[in-house]
């Protein structure tokens, strides 16, 4: 395992999170992006516990696959499937024309789902590998 990879991956994902928030406290607020940008910060936060464990992520951004693989490893990642599964229908499609309107309730949701997956034990403990 390369700490520094690991601390990269975190280093990104709590960029695309506090993007998320900046954007979140903004007049004009985009939601698909916001909701975008939380779905980029859990599959970084996945993927760097993965890379920790010495396991190369598929290049995916399906975050139910990242959550099974991670689970794989440590079962109490079943306690974060949900926040996966909601964030995981804004993992790449919401920034093409879709079908589904995005609302500040989905916006409020994934910030929550992000903060409890960057939060999970599993995953705030590799802040302490330096």
Request: aromatic letters at 10%; one cysteine or more.
């Amino acid at each position: 395992m390369n700490t520094n990879d690991v601390i990269e991956w975190l280093t990104i994902a709590d960029g695309d999170f506090d993007s998320a928030k900046i954007l979140n406290e903004a007049t004009r607020k985009h939601f698909e992006v916001i909701c975008y940008l939380c779905a980029q910060s859990a599959e970084k936060y996945l993927k760097g516990f993965l890379i920790y464990h010495d396991i190369i992520p598929q290049k995916t951004h399906n975050l139910l696959i990242l959550n099974n693989i991670c689970a794989e490893i440590d079962n109490e990642f079943k306690n974060i499937k949900t926040s996966c599964d909601f964030l995981n229908r804004f993992a790449n499609d919401i920034r093409y024309p879709h079908q589904y309107e995005v609302t500040e309730r989905d916006t409020n949701f994934a910030i929550a789902a992000v903060e409890k997956i960057r939060d999970f034990e599993p995953i705030s403990a590799l802040r302490t590998i330096t």
